[in-house]
């Protein structure tokens, strides 16, 4: 099932097929998800800069948006700009090179929606390292958006990478092709060694 159908499940989105929904809804429920319990007709009237959330978005691994629009980060940042838009939420983005991600153990390196108490939460694209990772997480609830570490002290969000080129592998051999490669662009993905 794609990250989309998932996303557009969990926001009850009529043009998904209800028996679809409702698979989504009880997995999530299952995996501890609570639903927001303000509908999209219940928007503040007027600004209320006080009542604002922001969440942090820290992207640890800027080579993985190139500028075209296919960047998978950049479709990313897309669907999280879209979900906060539609939450009434607020995102300080913060690009961070691998030497300042190793820093952010310490909270003089935080970026200034961090050190000021402005986020009440984080998403963080990419890997970072488990020191900073256990940091920020002993801070602000954390959901980071890389290949699952059972032993990181947040919750994770990832792709099947793994059944999905399974699959296609599969599709491309009953299509009749018995020499299948696979190129990577070697950014030093963990599912690149898969």
Avoid: K
């Avoid at 961070?96 to 153990?105: F, G, K, M, Q």
């Avoid at 801070?139 to 290949?147: F, Q, R, Y």
């Avoid at 699959?167 to 190129?183: A, M, P």
Wanted: proline residues 7%.
């Amino acid at each position: 099932m794609s990250t989309a159908t998932v996303s557009r499940s969990l926001r009850n989105d009529g043009s998904i097929n209800p028996a679809t929904r409702a698979r989504v809804l009880e997995a999530a429920s299952r995996l501890g998800y609570r639903a927001r319990t303000a509908t999209r007709g219940a928007r503040r009237s007027g600004p209320d800069v006080e009542a604002v959330q922001t969440i942090g978005v820290l992207i640890g691994h800027p080579a993985g948006f190139r500028g075209d629009p296919s960047s998978a980060g950049q479709s990313m940042l897309a669907g999280i700009s879209d979900a906060a838009n539609i939450h009434d939420l607020c995102l300080s983005v913060h690009f961070v090179s691998s030497e300042d991600a190793l820093r952010l153990d310490d909270p003089e390196h935080w970026p200034p929606a961090l050190r000021s108490g402005l986020a009440c939460g984080l998403i963080l694209l990419y890997p970072f390292p488990h020191a900073v990772v256990e940091q920020l997480a002993a801070h602000w609830p954390c959901v980071a958006v890389s290949p699952p570490d059972s032993n990181l002290p947040a919750d994770f969000v990832d792709v099947d990478e793994v059944n999905a080129i399974a699959d296609l592998v599969d599709h491309l051999h009953q299509l009749g092709h018995t020499r299948i490669g696979f190129l990577t662009l070697g950014q030093g993905f963990p599912w690149e060694a898969q």
